[in-house]
C-alpha cells in the first residue's frame, strides 16, 4: 500500500482521484493561513486583563517611578520570575522591549561594529565570516545573518539536537566561524528538544574563534503541549565550567505567553556579555518601557503564575497539533510517502514530503486558498536542498480551520507525491 | 557694578563674603539634583490615566489586533495625531517603540552597516565619516556618533539657529561629511528656534556627501512654555522642492508628553528612508508594541488633545523656568559675568559663564550637594573649548528646590567668577 508498491496502474488512478478530488476545492473559496507561528486570539484573551494593568496608581516598583527615564536592565521584579523560569540567578537576566529578536538583531550588530568582550578586532572588519544554523530551522535567525552578510552554513539537526560530531568539526578548525543560532527547546520548526549531551557538548567544545558565540533562543521554554514542563539546562555555568564563560547569549520572550507584538524580553548571559550589551544599549536607548514590565509582573505575581498561564494555552493549542496530525494521518498514513512532528511543545509542525516536492505542494496549496510557508524557508538563503520540508503553524486558525487546512495539505502532499512517481 | 568694574579691594572682598556664604551651604546637606532633563513626578501624574489604557476588550484598532505581532509601520489612528503636529502626510509618519534616541541610534547603524538608499557603499567603508554637531547640543547625540567613531565637528549656535554660512561651506566641500545633528525647535540646552532663513537654507544647501542627512530631532516640537505653539516647518517638502528629498530625518515622541519611560517614538522621512528603514527594522522585529500605541491613541484622542495636555505640562513647568531666572538673575544680575538663556519652551536653561569657570562652579555646586550635568557635557566628547556652558534642567525637582539649587549654582557661578577675576 505504500506509494512506492503501487503499479503504474494503480498510481494512474490513484493520481487521477486525488486530482479530481484537488480540483473540486478550488470551488471551495478556502482561504486558510497556516504560514506564521502566531498566537490566536482566544490565546490572546487568556491575557487581556493586561490591557488594564498596571492600572493607575500604580508605578512604583520599589523606589523606581516606573513611568520615567531609566534603568535599562528593567525591574528586577519581572527579572526575577523569568530567571526561575530559566533556572538562573536573577542577577544573570535582563528585561528588555518587545521583541527577543531585536535583542539577538543587537548583539549580532553590536558585535559587527565594535566586537564582542572577547573579540580582536570588530566582526566588520575580519575578513570572513559564518555562522552555523542548525536546519531546519526559524527563518527570522536566518534573516538576520544574511542580511549582516555573515555566511550561513547548514548543519543538519537529529534526534537531540543538531548533528555535533559535525559542529564540533567545524567550530573547532573555522576561526571564521562565529556563531550558531540553536533554538534548544521545542525548535522552530522541528520540535527538538535538545538532549543534555548535546548540551554539554555544546558547552564543553573547543572554538578556533575566541569570540564564538551560541545565541540561546529560548523561545519556547514554557510552550509545553503536555502537562509538564521541559527541563531548562543552566548553559552559562555549564559553559563557565568549560572555561567558555561568554559563550551563550540567552534569549527568551513573552510574546507567546501574552501579547505577540507588546510583550517583554529578555536577555541572560554572563556578567561581561550583560556589561557588554547594557554599554551599547545605554547608547541607543534610556531604558526599556518599564511601565509594561510592571504590568507583566502584576500579571504573572510569580514563575507559577506563568506556568499556569501556560497550561491554558495548551488547552487551546494542544487540540490543534492532534487535529493536524490526525489530518495528516487520514490523508498521508500507510503511503509511506511523508512524515511530519509530533512535537511536545512550540508553535510548529514540520513535515517531510519526497525530495523534489515540497515547492509542488505549497504552491498546488495556495492554488487552492491554504497559504502555507515557502517550501525553503526554514533553511538559510531559503533553499533546501532537498525541497523536502513544509513548515505547518496550527495556532492562528480555529479548530475547524485547522484540520480542513491539513486535510487539504496533505492531500496536496500526496498529489505532489503521486506526480513524482510517475515521472 | 559690573565684576570687571571692581576694584581689587571690593573684589576681595566680594570673594571673601560669598566664600563664607558658600561654606555654610555645606552644613544645610542638600541634596538636589538639575542634572537630567526629566519629567516631575507632577508630570508623569497628567497621564496617570494611560496605566489601565487601553483597557479590558479594546484591543482592535481598524482591523488589526493590536495584541498580535505585525504592524511594522505603527498604527494608523496614532500616526495620523502626530502627522498633524508635525504638518505632514499621515503617510509620512511611523510610529515605533518607546525611544526616538534608539530610532536615531538605528538611522545610523543601519547607514553604517548597510548606506542609505543614496549611499555608494556602507558608510563603515568610507575612508573617513564626519558629522556637524551645532554647540552647544544634546550629549545623547553626540553619544551615538562618538560609539560609531564618527568625527564630530562643532558649529556654533547662534540667535535663529547654527552659523548656516559654516555649515554650507563645510558641507558644500567635504564629502566626508555625512549628516547633521539638529534640534529644530526649543533646541537643546540653549531653547533656539531655528529661524524660517536656516531651515530654508538647511533644506536649499548643496551637499558634497550624496548622502548627507540632517537628522531633525523635534523632541520638543509641542513643549511650550507659553499659550502658543511653535510653527513646524514642514522640511520634508522643502527640501524635495530643492532637489533633496531624502535629506531630512525628522524624529519625535511622546517621552515628555506621556511617560518618559514608556511613550511611543515616531520617525517622518520621504518615502524612500521610510521603506529603506522598515526594510531594516524588518529584519530586527515583528512590528513595535502597538498595544501602547493604541493606548496612546486613546488617550489622546486627537492632536487637540495633545495640545490641551501640553498646557498642562506648562501650568507646572514654566513656574520653575520663572524661579530658575529669578534666582540666577538675584545672585548674578548686575554684575555682568554671566547670561542665561529664557527659552519659550523645551526642558533647558543655558548659563554662558565666563570663559574657564564652567567646571568650577559646576565643582563648587557638587561639593555642596547640588548636581549639574558635567561642563562640556554639551558639547563633543565632553570638551567646551572655553570652559564656559552649563546646562541647567529645572523640571524634574520640585519648585522650592529649583529655587533652591538655582540659588547656590548663582552663587557658585559668581564665586568661581571671583576667584577667576583675582587670578
Known amino acids: 500500500m505504500a506509494l512506492s508498491d503501487l503499479s503504474a496502474d494503480e ?33 490572546l484573551d487568556l491575557s487581556e486583563r493586561l490591557l488594564a494593568l498596571p492600572g493607575e496608581g500604580d508605578h512604583t516598583a520599589g523606589k523606581t517611578d516606573v513611568r520615567n527615564y531609566g534603568g535599562g536592565a528593567g525591574l528586577p521584579e ?41 573579540s580582536e ?74 538532549s543534555d549531551h548535546t548540551v554539554s557538548r555544546l558547552a564543553r567544545m573547543a572554538a578556533a574563534a575566541p569570540d564564538f558565540r551560541v545565541i540561546w533562543d529560548n523561545a519556547y521554554v514554557v510552550h509545553t503541549l503536555t502537562e509538564d514542563f521541559p527541563k531548562v ?16 547569549l540567552q534569549v527568551c520572550s513573552t510574546s507567546k505567553i501574552t501579547f505577540a507584538g507588546a510583550g517583554v524580553s529578555f536577555l541572560s548571559a554572563s556578567e561581561a556579555n550583560l556589561d557588554w550589551y547594557l554599554g551599547h544599549t545605554g547608547i541607543r536607548s534610556i531604558g526599556p518601557n518599564k511601565v509594561n514590565q510592571l504590568a507583566h509582573a502584576r500579571f504573572f505575581g510569580d514563575a507559577d ?40 511543545g512550540g508553535y510548529f509542525i514540520d513535515l517531510e514530503v ?3 516536492t515540497a515547492t509542488e505542494t505549497v504552491r498546488l496549496a495556495k492554488a487552492v486558498g491554504v497559504a502555507l510557508t515557502p517550501a525553503g524557508s526554514a533553511y538559510p538563503y531559503g533553499q533546501d536542498p532537498d525541497d523536502r520540508h513544509i513548515r505547518l503553524a496550527p495556532t492562528l486558525p480555529p479548530l475547524a480551520e485547522v484540520e480542513e487546512a491539513m486535510d487539504v495539505v496533505g492531500l496536496c502532499a500526496l498529489l505532489a507525491a503521486c506526480r513524482d512517481a510517475r515521472k
Open 121 to 194: 578586532r570588530p566582526w566588520k572588519d575580519e575578513p570572513k565570516l559564518r555562522w552555523l544554523c542548525p536546519v531546519p530551522g526559524y527563518d527570522r535567525h536566518f534573516g538576520i545573518t544574511e542580511a549582516l552578510g555573515i555566511e550561513m552554513i547548514p548543519v543538519a539537526m537529529g534526534e537531540g539536537g543538531p548533528d555535533m560530531d559535525e559542529v564540533e568539526h567545524l567550530v573547532a578548525t573555522d576561526p571564521s566561524i562565529k556563531g550558531m543560532w540553536c533554538v534548544p527547546i521545542y525548535s522552530n520548526p522541528t520540535g527538538t528538544v535538545y
Open 233 to 248: 539546562p543552566d548553559v552559562d555555568s555549564l559553559a563557565a565550567e568549560a572555561g567558555h564563560p561568554n559563550r551563550f
Open 305 to 344: 503564575g506563568v506556568r499556569d498561564h501556560m497550561q491554558k494555552h495548551r488547552e487551546i493549542v494542544a487540540p490543534k497539533f492532534e487535529a493536524a496530525a490526525a489530518a495528516l494521518g487520514r490523508r498521508l498514513g500507510g503511503y509511506d510517502v511523508a512524515t511530519w512532528t509530533s512535537p511536545e
Open 354 to 356: 519526497p525530495d523534489g
Open 78 to 118: 519581572l527579572r526575577g520570575i523569568i530567571a526561575e523560569l530559566l533556572g538562573v540567578d536573577a542577577g544573570r537576566v535582563i528585561a528588555q522591549d518587545n521583541a527577543s529578536l531585536s535583542i539577538m538583531y543587537d548583539l549580532l550588530t553590536f558585535s559587527m561594529l565594535f566586537g564582542t568582550p572577547d
Open 11 to 43: 498510481l494512474t488512478r490513484l493520481e487521477s482521484e486525488l486530482s479530481s478530488e484537488y480540483d473540486s476545492l478550488a470551488d471551495r473559496g478556502l482561504s486558510l493561513d497556516l504560514t506564521r507561528g502566531k498566537p490566536s486570539p482566544e490565546q
